[in-house]
């Protein structure tokens, strides 16, 4: 059975890139357009990793990692982080929030696929 | 006789004849001129033979020889046994100079009056010197005085306000009266005048000549401004401090402008990147098209020319605001009925399914603006409504004598009041997830088009709930 991914991201046509990458090659996908529902979709179903894009209105990709570590302590599903920003004040905060790693948006093809591999591996 | 001769020797009467940068003469106990020299010649402009045995009052203007001037002069000199003035005489050619006269007595060895020596200066240049010098300190004063957009005082040696000016009174509040004696720390915040700022300034003022410092000032009814802030040390001609010259700006305003355009500029790049991001990221994906489910080439298609479509609306957008603050956006007004531009509003922007918009009200009635520009706010309203409203929109038209006011209205939820204060700010959004499709601009524009149309466009909770945008213009 191949790993199930959540896509969160409050940009339609964002969700749509990453969720097109990964069914071309053969993930599950389902998509969130914010933390709320993405939360919501979890406790339904525990995604193998989560695709959360960062910078969303209300309830964003922080507070998700957040309420991760404190409703599932031991079952969370794997985290890359998408952001728009590259700076290294992202990149440093993710690790401490609870993420496996860091992806700049756009997503490039490969690299999205090689990251989603190693993080699941 | 030998004394005598000592001052009437050759020699001495050849000195003083020839003296050119004074008139030194005699003139006899009656009052009449009796010698004259090179300079009494060059200052006054009489030749020896007009004035010798003439009374020397005829150097005085009449107005004096009427008040008795020079006759009181000689009453002076032999009361004080010198007399000494500053005034204005006449010379031969009718013009005025201004004189600094000495008119000292001689007397005879027996005690009998021999006359007056009299020893005048021509002052004219001086004078007007001075003349100039005080006029163009009272114009400097006045001018300083009535500047506005700068508070120019003065503060004495250990910071207490001695002068006041227009400007500081607008900046700060307080009257010449009210502040002129009071130490200059009262314009400073609390926690600078604890940390002794103003006296650390004026030392540095006092050791370096000047200070300058961009911080927070306090006005007089309590509220903050930033400022600019220049001390120049003034000194008197020892070198001793006499006070300092304080000049403020407010850059309250230039401040905000600022800030306002930075975060402007960091918005603006992230609007871009967003739909930017897309364009790339579909790019990629066509690149691998031979990859693609079915279909999925067509999606990536589309996906990009949304992106393209967004990149270009933002760009329009942009480009609207700046020539909105430019103001050389082209307006054409005209008198439009109103119903002509709804409906026009209605075909361009359809309600999408599940929403349906009503009109009432007077729509005959004719507005004077740009019907371009005023569709263009309508479909901004009408698609917020669509994006962010409830399912029934009622779009009202009421008009008075005076005003016509246009209100957009829905029975959604309303404008969530945390973003209420900054809802006509540019990219300041409703909080609908996955709603981002917009430039984020659209109200700040529709807010400056109706501005510019001469009419207000504002908001208000909706009755019962959802939101009311009104739009009030002046009626011609």
Same mark, same amino acid.
């Given at each position: 059975?191949?790993?199930?991914?959540?896509?969160?991201?409050?940009?339609?046509?964002?969700?749509?890139?990453?969720?097109m990458i990964l069914r071309s090659n053969?993930?599950?996908?389902?998509?969130?357009?914010?933390?709320?529902?993405?939360?919501?979709?979890?406790?339904?179903?525990?995604?193998?990793?989560?695709?959360?894009?960062?910078?969303?209105?209300?309830?964003?990709?922080?507070?998700?990692?957040?309420?991760?570590?404190?409703?599932?302590?031991?079952?969370?599903?794997?985290?890359?982080?998408?952001?728009?920003?590259?700076?290294?004040?992202?990149?440093?905060?993710?690790?401490?929030?609870?993420?496996?790693?860091?992806?700049?948006?756009?997503?490039?093809?490969?690299?999205?696929?090689?990251?989603?591999?190693?993080?699941?591996? | 006789?030998?004394?005598?001769?000592?001052?009437?020797?050759?020699?001495?009467?050849?000195?003083? *004849?020839?003296?050119?940068?004074?008139?030194?003469?005699?003139?006899?106990?009656?009052?009449?001129?009796?010698?004259?020299?090179?300079?009494?010649?060059?200052?006054?402009?009489?030749?020896?033979?007009?004035?010798?045995?003439?009374?020397?009052?005829?150097?005085?203007?009449?107005?004096?020889?009427?008040?008795?001037?020079?006759?009181? *002069?000689?009453?002076?000199?032999?009361?004080?046994?010198?007399?000494?003035?500053?005034?204005?005489?006449?010379?031969?050619?009718?013009?005025?100079?201004?004189?600094?006269?000495?008119?000292?007595?001689?007397?005879?060895?027996? @005690?009998?009056?021999?006359?007056?020596?009299?020893? &005048?200066?021509?002052? &004219?240049?001086?004078?007007?010197?001075?003349?100039?010098?005080?006029?163009?300190?009272?114009?400097?004063?006045?001018?300083?005085?009535?500047?506005?957009?700068?508070?120019?005082?003065?503060?004495?040696?250990?910071?207490?306000?001695?002068?006041?000016?227009?400007?500081?009174?607008?900046?700060?509040?307080?009257?010449?009266?009210?502040?002129?004696?009071?130490?200059?720390?009262?314009?400073?915040?609390?926690?600078?005048?604890?940390?002794?700022?103003?006296?650390?300034?004026?030392?540095?003022?006092?050791?370096?000549?000047?200070?300058?410092?961009?911080?927070?000032?306090?006005?007089?009814?309590? &509220?903050?401004?930033?400022?600019?802030?220049?001390?120049?040390?003034?000194?008197? *001609?020892?070198?001793?401090?006499?006070?300092?010259?304080?000049?403020?700006?407010?850059?309250?305003?230039?401040?905000?402008?600022?800030?306002?355009?930075?975060?402007?500029?960091?918005?603006?790049?992230?609007?871009?990147?967003?739909?930017?991001?897309?364009?790339?990221?579909?790019?990629?994906?066509?690149?691998?098209?031979?990859?693609?489910?079915?279909?999925?080439?067509?999606?990536?298609?589309?996906?990009?020319?949304?992106?393209?479509?967004?990149?270009?609306?933002?760009?329009?957008?942009?480009?609207?605001?700046?020539?909105?603050?430019?103001?050389?956006?082209?307006?054409?007004?005209?008198?439009?009925?109103?119903?002509?531009?709804?409906?026009?509003?209605?075909?361009?922007?359809?309600?999408?399914?599940?929403?349906?918009?009503?009109?009432?009200?007077?729509?005959?009635?004719?507005?004077?603006?740009?019907?371009?520009?005023?569709?263009?706010?309508?479909?901004?309203?009408?698609?917020?409504?669509?994006?962010?409203?409830?399912?029934?929109?009622?779009?009202?038209?009421?008009?008075?004598?005076?005003?016509?006011?246009?209100?957009?209205?829905?029975?959604?939820?309303?404008?969530?009041?945390?973003?209420?204060?900054?809802?006509?700010?540019?990219?300041?959004?409703?909080?609908?997830?996955?709603?981002?499709?917009?430039? @984020?601009?659209?109200?700040?524009?529709?807010?400056?088009?109706?501005?510019?149309?001469?009419?207000?466009?504002?908001?208000?909770?909706?009755?019962p709930t959802g939101s009311r945008f009104?739009?009030?213009?002046?009626?011609?």
């Amino acid at each position: 059975m191949m790993p199930y991914v959540l896509v969160v991201d409050d940009e339609p046509d964002s969700r749509l890139l990453a969720q097109m990458i990964l069914r071309s090659n053969g993930y599950e996908v389902a998509e969130a357009p914010g933390g709320e529902p993405a939360l919501e979709l979890i406790e339904e179903r525990m995604p193998d990793l989560l695709l959360l894009d960062i910078r969303m209105p209300r309830v964003d990709g922080w507070s998700v990692l957040e309420q991760l570590r404190r409703d599932h302590p031991t079952d969370r599903p794997k985290v890359i982080v998408l952001s728009a920003h590259s700076e290294g004040k992202v990149a440093g905060r993710i690790t401490k929030a609870g993420a496996e790693a860091f992806l700049t948006k756009p997503v490039a093809w490969d690299e999205l696929l090689t990251t989603v591999a190693e993080v699941l591996a | 006789m030998e004394s005598r001769l000592d001052l009437g020797s050759i020699e001495y009467l050849r000195l003083v *004849e020839g003296i050119v940068d004074y008139a030194i003469y005699m003139i006899d106990p009656d009052g009449r001129v009796a010698t004259w020299n090179a300079g009494a010649r060059r200052i006054k402009g009489y030749p020896d033979e007009d004035v010798i045995g003439k009374p020397f009052s005829m150097f005085y203007l009449p107005e004096d020889i009427e008040a008795g001037k020079p006759e009181l *002069e000689m009453e002076t000199a032999l009361r004080e046994g010198r007399a000494e003035e500053e005034g204005w005489r006449v010379r031969k050619d009718g013009t005025r100079f201004w004189a600094n006269v000495v008119l000292t007595p001689l007397w005879d060895d027996d @005690g009998s009056l021999r006359g007056f020596a009299k020893v &005048t200066r021509d002052l &004219t240049e001086r004078r007007a010197a001075e003349d100039a010098l005080r006029i163009s300190e009272e114009k400097f004063r006045l001018l300083v005085e009535s500047v506005l957009d700068y508070a120019i005082f003065m503060l004495d040696p250990n910071g207490v306000v001695a002068s006041w000016n227009a400007g500081a009174k607008r900046i700060k509040g307080y009257s010449a009266e009210e502040i002129i004696g009071s130490h200059f720390s009262r314009f400073y915040p609390p926690e600078d005048v604890a940390s002794r700022k103003p006296e650390w300034e004026l030392d540095v003022a006092t050791r370096e000549g000047r200070v300058e410092d961009e911080g927070w000032r306090v006005r007089k009814d309590g &509220t903050r401004f930033w400022a600019n802030v220049i001390i120049t040390a003034l000194r008197n *001609e020892h070198g001793k401090l006499v006070g300092f010259a304080k000049v403020t700006r407010d850059l309250t305003e230039r401040r905000r402008a600022e800030q306002f355009r930075d975060r402007f500029v960091a918005n603006a790049a992230h609007e871009i990147r967003t739909p930017l991001t897309s364009v790339k990221g579909f790019a990629e994906v066509l690149m691998h098209r031979d990859q693609l489910p079915p279909g999925g080439e067509e999606q990536a298609i589309e996906a990009l020319n949304r992106g393209a479509d967004r990149l270009s609306l933002l760009v329009q957008n942009l480009l609207d605001l700046t020539r909105l603050e430019q103001a050389s956006l082209d307006f054409k007004p005209e008198m439009t009925p109103l119903r002509t531009m709804i409906e026009e509003t209605l075909e361009a922007a359809p309600p999408p399914a599940g929403h349906e918009v009503n009109t009432q009200g007077d729509l005959d009635v004719k507005a004077f603006v740009d019907p371009v520009r005023f569709i263009q706010v309508l479909t901004n309203l009408l698609s917020n409504a669509y994006r962010y409203g409830g399912s029934n929109i009622t779009i009202e038209v009421i008009a008075t004598p005076r005003r016509i006011d246009l209100s957009v209205s829905d029975d959604g939820s309303g404008v969530s009041p945390d973003i209420r204060a900054a809802m006509f700010e540019p990219f300041v959004r409703g909080n609908e997830t996955g709603s981002t499709t917009g430039s @984020g601009l659209g109200l700040s524009i529709a807010r400056s088009m109706i501005d510019s149309m001469g009419g207000e466009l504002t908001y208000e909770p909706g009755d019962p709930t959802g939101s009311r945008f009104l739009i009030s213009l002046p009626r011609r």
